[in-house]
Nanobody, 121 residues
Framework: QVQVVESGGGLVQPGGSLTLSCAASGTIFVVGVMGWYRQAPGKQRELVATIFSTGTTNYADSVKGRFTISRDNTKNTIYLQMSSLKPEDTAVYYC???????????????WGQGTQVTVSS
């Protein structure tokens, strides 16, 4: 099994910064794409940013230039540096990880439990 654990959420004022972390652990042969998604109250879960093991990144238009995703392959960990935060960034942020648990397995999708980010004065 694979465990995905996020940390770093909290309350921040508009214009402030916050960094989220996500670590995958357990039965891991190789980790593929890792990413952050978010879900605001009453809205669907949406992509924030993804990163491949090569370092290739992808961002939602709404966070480009404000958020930076990074990855430490040695620790199976990703980070999301968020700056110039806006009230509309308020959401539960979820980490998603694609993992092969053995040489013969396919990639399986794992989610963390989510971490709350609230942007408010």
């Amino acid at each position: 099994q694979v465990q995905v654990v996020e940390s770093g959420g909290g309350l921040v004022q508009p214009g402030g910064s916050l960094t989220l972390s996500c670590a995958a652990s357990g039965t891991i042969f190789v980790v593929g794409v890792m990413g952050w998604y978010r879900q605001a109250p009453g809205k669907q879960r949406e992509l924030v940013a993804t990163i491949f093991s090569t370092g290739t990144t992808n961002y939602a238009d709404s966070v480009k230039g404000r958020f930076t995703i990074s990855r430490d392959n040695t620790k199976n960990t990703i980070y999301l540096q968020m700056s110039s935060l806006k009230p509309e960034d308020t959401a539960v942020y979820y980490c998603n990880v694609d993992v092969k648990e053995s040489f013969y397995s396919t990639y399986n999708d794992y989610w963390g439990q989510g971490t709350q980010v609230t942007v408010s004065s």
